[in-house]
């Protein structure tokens, strides 16, 4: 009796250990929604200018599949993603995408470095502007063959449904190899 209890909570602890993990594993596949600046919004007043983008920024892991929002006041910013040089020199040359509408939602799509400038009046050299590291920072022409493609476009639908089915299948076998 008390031997046959004693399995039955050991095996619950083990069940209760994996399911803890497989949460984790889970919230690390998940994309993340990030409030660009939180509640300062997008913004050329931020206080600390360009330095308050970029620490925003640095207290975060950001990676494919991850959310930026950018809150502002229709017609008083906008969000061009721009290259490297632009991003530099607040210019406008290479613009990669110009985004007007707010809220604009951005979702990172590769690894690598992206830039974010605003384009109105002077708001870029006054610091509206936002680079962000996405996964190691190396770009998809160093990403090695097969490990990191890019998702396809219902990934995170699609894994967090495989990582529930991973979940369960687990927990079963576990259940099955307890009894
Ligand atoms: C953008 O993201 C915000 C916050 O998650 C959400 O409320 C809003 O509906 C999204 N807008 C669009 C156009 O997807
Ligand atoms: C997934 O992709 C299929 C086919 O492209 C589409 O019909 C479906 O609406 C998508 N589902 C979601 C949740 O995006
Ligand atoms: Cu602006």
């Not at 061009?80 to 991003?87: G, I, L, P, Q, T």
Request: charged share 10%.
């Amino acid at each position: 009796m008390a031997r046959a209890r004693a399995r039955t909570n050991s095996a619950a602890r083990v069940l209760a250990m994996m399911a803890v993990q497989l949460w984790v594993m889970l919230r690390s596949v998940e994309a993340a929604t990030y409030m660009v600046g939180d509640a300062t919004g997008w913004t050329n007043t931020a206080n600390g200018g360009a330095s308050f983008y970029s620490s925003w920024a640095s207290s975060k892991t950001f990676k494919v599949g991850d959310i930026l929002v950018f809150n502002f006041v229709s017609g008083q910013h906008d969000v061009s993603v721009a290259s490297e040089s632009d991003f530099s020199s607040c210019g406008t040359s290479n613009t990669i995408t110009f985004l007007t509408t707010p809220p604009v939602n951005y979702t990172l799509t590769t690894n690598g470095i992206v830039y974010f400038i605003c384009t109105h009046d002077s708001h870029c050299s006054q610091g509206q502007k936002l680079s962000v590291t996405v996964g190691t920072g190396s770009g998809p022409t160093t990403t090695p063959p097969s490990s990191t493609t890019s998702p396809p476009p219902n990934s995170s639908t699609g894994s967090t449904y495989v990582s529930g089915g991973v979940m369960f299948i687990s927990m079963a076998v576990c259940l099955l190899t307890m009894w």
